[in-house]
């Protein structure tokens, strides 16, 4: 029967419900609802035997016996999701207690698409939904933030299942030389019991370190006001390069970029924010270590043969962060500031150049002030290790581009074409 207690949960998506929809004992939310049935928990799948594994660990078994997963993928998808499928959406709401329509807005958020009367779902999604509308009913989290923390779940996890899916069936399907379907399905099970402990421990670990940031960052006011480093990291040319590699070759240079960005990032202890093909957006939280990990950055790409020219922005100033992606005008100049940095250097805005003060070390020098479309003057800095400006190249211009360097404004091409607009040296 359902749990009565999850009858008083309430919609987290920010809809208003009325109160009897949800709390009423006396009426059956699902009382039209054709596929609401009232299956208890653990009954097997009617249309199909019980699967004898031993779903405490239910992984590990198929490595034992491969045969009993071979060659379908509802038994595939039975060894990832460690039971059978046996309920319709409309019996999931109907054992938890919530209109059906609840738990489907609930589902969509989590970023999965409607079954309709198909038996989808195991009892670790009864589960899984009664625990999550027990955390609004007990107000442990508000309505608007399960609905963001339910978000940020599904949009995390399937870009976080693509990849490791993609990664996997190349591997197995390539280097172990076997038919793919066959080797996926017997070795899924080993892998996915020991990394499913390592998902929570990462998720611990960035949880740990996330609060302790946004802790620090707490004004008087009790407000999250985050003034960051941005910094936007771009191969030059890559749109032409592009044009002459194919899939796979294009698809290990982006993937050796993207490695060596993220490594960079991370032991410098900025964050990775994004990763877009030619181009990764990180954030620092100290000036001088944002203006180490750009040089960084281009001195780890230049040691790369494969990879292109780099060429970083990097602006200091008021961010706003959402759903682990970072907004304002801060983001758009750093980006804007990449698109005017000549190859293998680094450019600050003026905010950071001045924040970095005599932090030694480092190498400031003026660019031109040019105007920029939507952000008015800029007065860019380009930034070296100290010693190493005598080392540039020699047919550098007053503002450290060279011929065919990147010059200013909004329309500059990302790969270089532009001449600057010379307003006058920074004074």
Request: no cysteine.
């Amino acid at each position: 029967m359902p749990d009565e207690r999850a009858r008083e949960g309430r919609p987290i998506d920010g809809r208003t419900t009325p109160a009897h929809d949800l709390r009423s004992n006396d009426r059956d939310p699902h009382a039209n609802d054709p596929d609401a049935s009232d299956p208890q928990p653990g009954d097997p799948h009617p249309d199909r035997p019980r699967n004898n594994h031993d779903h405490r660990h239910p992984l590990v078994p198929d490595l034992l016996d491969p045969e009993s997963v071979r060659h379908s993928i509802s038994d595939m998808e039975e060894v990832v999701l460690g039971a059978p499928r046996r309920y319709t959406s409309g019996q999931v709401a109907h054992l938890v207690g919530v209109p059906l329509d609840e738990a489907r807005r609930l589902w969509r958020a989590l970023g999965f698409p409607d079954f309709g009367p198909a038996r989808a779902f195991t009892d670790a999604d009864v589960e899984a939904l009664r625990q999550l509308l027990e955390l609004v009913r007990t107000g442990m989290l508000p309505e608007p933030v399960a609905a963001q923390f339910v978000r940020s779940v599904g949009q995390t996890m399937a870009r976080f299942a693509e990849w490791q899916t993609e990664a996997w069936v190349e591997y197995v399907g390539g280097e172990l030389g076997g038919p793919r379907s066959e080797q996926v399905i017997d070795a899924a099970g080993g892998v996915m019991a020991q990394l499913e402990p390592l998902v929570l421990y990462a998720w611990r670990r960035h949880l740990a370190a996330a609060t302790t940031r946004a802790m620090q960052s707490l004004t008087d006011d009790n407000t999250v006001g985050q003034r960051l480093s941005v910094g936007f990291a771009d191969l030059v040319g890559f749109t032409r390069l592009s044009r002459n590699l194919s899939e796979a070759e294009l698809g290990r240079l982006v993937q050796t970029f993207e490695d060596l960005a993220s490594d960079a990032i991370t032991a410098l202890g900025g964050r990775l924010v994004k990763t877009l093909g030619d181009e990764v957006l990180f954030v620092a939280f100290k000036p001088e270590a944002a203006v180490e990990l750009g040089l960084r950055l281009v001195e780890v790409m230049a040691e790369e043969p494969v990879l292109p020219e780099l060429r970083v922005g990097i602006a200091y100033g008021q961010v706003l962060s959402r759903m682990g992606d970072v907004f304002g005008t801060t983001v758009n100049l750093a980006s804007r500031l990449t698109a005017l940095a000549p190859k293998n250097t680094v450019v600050l805005d003026r905010e950071l150049a001045a924040a970095l003060g005599d932090e030694p070390g480092f190498d400031l020098q003026p660019m031109w002030r040019r105007p920029v479309r939507g952000l008015g003057l800029v007065e860019p800095w380009t930034v070296q290790r100290l010693g190493m400006r005598d080392a540039a190249d020699p047919d550098a211009g007053p503002d450290g581009s060279v011929d065919g360097g990147v010059g200013g404004g909004l329309d500059a091409e990302r790969d270089g074409t532009a001449i600057p607009d010379q307003a006058g040296p920074v004074s």
